[in-house]
């Protein structure tokens, strides 16, 4: 069995930063790419920002270079960085994960943590 964790959501002024991780666990035979999407309250899910294994990265433009997206391989974790933040980010962020297991290779996702952008 795999599992995502995600953390690093919470209440931020307009300005402000936070960074947000996905911890991938379980089985795992290998991680492909990273993605994050987000869900705005009456809105769909929209994709945010992705890394591939290789560290190529692209991004949504409503977060170009505001948000950075990372890997840490050994962790097998994704971060997202989020600078600059505005109140139409707030939406709870979801984490994507392609990973290998020795029984299938599949999309995993993450449960979600909330992020508020207000003052």
């Known amino acids: 069995q795999v599992q995502l964790v995600e953390s690093g959501g919470g209440l931020v002024q307009p300005g402000g930063s936070l960074r947000l991780s996905c911890a991938a666990s379980g089985s795992i035979s290998s991680i492909y790419t990273m993605k994050w999407y987000r869900q705005a309250p009456g809105k769909q899910r929209e994709w945010v920002a992705d890394i591939t294994s290789g560290g190529m990265t692209n991004y949504a433009d409503s977060v170009k270079g505001r948000f950075t997206i990372s890997r840490d391989n050994a962790k097998n974790t994704v971060y997202l960085q989020m600078n600059s933040l505005k109140p139409e980010d707030t939406a709870v962020y979801y984490c994507?994960?392609?990973?290998?297991?020795?029984?299938?290779?599949?999309?995993?996702w993450g449960q979600g943590t909330q992020v508020t952008v207000s003052s």
């Open positions: 994507n994960v392609y990973i290998l297991t020795i029984q299938t290779i599949r999309d995993y």
